[in-house]
């Protein structure tokens, strides 16, 4: 029975890739078009050849696609959307910020491995934010790491990378359109792995979202009646 299954979940995936429904329009094309047509036999042989291809590709595509990921690497990274929350600052500004992004870390490898040397770097320079000294990281079960982070063989964990963000902008009005403007900001995460006495670098893109960020700010002018920021950070893109 769950074989049956398996092979229809197979088939289900082949029929999504595009390279099927070429394969299949082309022997449409060799049976039909010799009705109407003098097509040359090679021109049929090309069709017919075109269309094995196309659904020994998809094929191929279809069974790649149902490999475990990263099935190479012994330490995966995959980063969630990162946070910027209100840590202080006045009713107008911000000037301190919890900056956070969480990690599911799986040790795909036979062996125990250490990750330390865990450093977060924005892609661009943000017109709002800044990042301020080492990240501090703290496990899912909310028990803070040590001098680095161990994962057991086969193990998998989350792993939330925590920073402090600054504000440096002075302005309520600028901070708004700021805001406005690039609410996401591109990071890159990057840490070595130690693993059988050898030490490997590693690195994960993600974003941070400063969503929460915002509606704190909007909550805080809104209180104060500052309509100024309040209009600038909702003006049409």
């Known amino acids: 029975m769950s074989s049956d299954t398996g092979h229809r979940r197979y088939l289900k995936q082949l029929l999504h890739h595009g ?5 299949a329009i082309s022997f449409v094309l060799v049976l039909v078009l010799p009705v109407f047509l003098e097509v040359s036999d090679y021109v049929s042989l090309a069709l017919y050849v ?3 291809a196309a659904f020994y590709w998809a094929g191929y595509k279809t069974w790649e696609e149902s490999l475990p990921p990263d ?21 107008n500004i911000f000037r301190k910020s919890n900056v956070s992004v969480r990690l599911a ?18 892609k661009q320079g943000s017109s709002w934010l800044k990042l301020k000294g080492r990240p501090k990281l ?26 402090e963000g600054e504000g440096h902008i002075e302005d309520r009005v600028k901070l708004a359109r700021a805001l406005r403007e690039s609410p ?25 979202d400063a969503e929460k960020l915002i509606n704190r700010m909007r909550s805080s002018w809104s209180q104060s009646s500052l309509r100024d ?8 893109a």
């Open 184 to 208: 996401i900001v591109g990071a890159t995460l990057t840490a070595e792995y130690f693993l059988e006495g050898e030490r490997s670098a590693i690195e994960v893109d993600f974003e941070y």
């Open 71 to 91: 099935e190479g690497e012994p330490l995966v990274l995959k980063a969630d959307k990162g946070t910027v929350t209100f840590s202080s600052g006045t009713g």
């Open 138 to 163: 703290i496990w899912g079960s909310g028990e803070s790491v040590g001098s680095c982070a161990e994962i057991g063989p086969k193990e998998s964990k989350i792993l939330d990378v925590n920073l």
């Open 50 to 52: 075109g269309g094995i």
């Open 105 to 122: 870390v799986s040790n795909n490898s036979e062996k125990a491995i250490a990750l330390d040397n865990v450093a977060v770097h924005l």
């Open 19 to 23: 390279s099927v429904y070429l394969g």
């Open 229 to 236: 920021a309040i209009k600038e950070l909702e003006k049409s």
